[in-house]
């Protein structure tokens, strides 16, 4: 488990490029306090983290990321996620951003514009767990 509590300077970062890529023992973590606003750069962030079952992704800004490829791929016990701040364009890569999220049941989308809920759905249905995933506002 991993808490950051703002002692972690994120405020000039361009790419989290695999960050915690294949932390696989990672339980839980919480980056509520992570200022992701100049960030481009999120693939594999995530990817492989497969025993993370908490996520605190609720404060991130993603209004500059045109790379989001693989970032939940392979978290295979993650039930939900808070993309209530996401920001999703057309010019943005989500290709396998949630493959092998077999456990995945909820996205909470309180603040997102339809074209990220489109593009969010579509990464879904990419996945083949469209049908499983609800949508909460």
């Given amino acids: 488990s991993i808490n950051f509590n703002n002692n972690f300077n994120t405020s000039k ?11 696989s023992s990672l339980t839980s973590l919480d980056l509520s306090s992570f200022n992701t606003s100049n960030v481009t750069n999120m693939n594999y962030m995530f990817s ?10 609720s404060n991130f800004n993603t ?28 010019e943005t890569y989500t290709d396998d951003m949630f493959e092998g999220c ?3 049941k909820t996205i909470r989308v309180t603040n997102c514009d339809q074209k990220t809920k489109e593009r969010i759905r579509m990464a879904l249905k990419e996945a ?10």
């Fill in 48 to 57: 492989d983290c497969s025993s993370l079952t908490q996520l605190n992704l």
């Fill in 63 to 90: 209004a500059n990321v045109i790379g989001m490829r693989e970032m939940f791929c392979r978290c295979e016990k993650l039930v939900s996620l808070d993309l209530s701040n996401f920001k999703i364009t057309d």
């Fill in 13 to 23: 970062a361009t790419s989290m490029y695999a960050m915690f890529d294949e932390c």
């Fill in 102 to 104: 077999i456990s995945l």
């Fill in 128 to 137: 083949e767990i469209d049908s499983q995933v609800k949508f909460i506002n």
